[in-house]
Nanobody, 119 residues
Framework: QVQLVESGGRLVQAGDSLRLSCAASGRTFSQYNMGWFRQALGKEREFVATISGNGGNTNYADSVKGRFTMARDNAKNTVYLQMNSLKPEDTAVYYC????????????WGQGTQVTVSS
């Protein structure tokens, strides 16, 4: 079992930067690929970024590529999402998710943290 707790979401201005954190429980954190997803009001949840267990591979949605950076610190069981040049369309609840490297689906989700970007 993995429990995930996101933090760092708040109201910011367009163009600002923000860093989200996701703390995970468990002793095998490095065996989990981690992802960030987001869901805007009235829209479906969408993929934002993912990172491999050792942090060596990352992938990003086209909408955030070049602005967002995902990283992890396995010693702290934590993943981060550094968000720069924020836009109003980045407003959403951001969720952290985890999946074992052997599985296809994300099986563990956090409760989400709200990011609001005002214009």
């Amino acid at each position: 079992q993995v429990q995930l707790v996101e933090s760092g979401g708040r109201l910011v201005q367009a163009g600002d930067s923000l860093r989200l954190s996701c703390a995970a429980s468990g002793r095998t954190f490095s065996q989990y690929n981690m992802g960030w997803f987001r869901q805007a009001l009235g829209k479906e949840r969408e993929f934002v970024a993912t990172i491999s267990g050792n942090g060596g591979n990352t992938n990003y949605a086209d909408s955030v590529k070049g602005r967002f950076t995902m990283a992890r610190d396995n010693a702290k069981n934590t993943v981060y999402l550094q968000m720069n040049s924020l836009k109003p369309e980045d407003t959403a609840v951001y969720y952290c998710a985890a999946k074992l490297f052997t599985t296809a689906e994300y099986g563990y989700w956090g409760q989400g943290t709200q990011v609001t970007v005002s214009s």
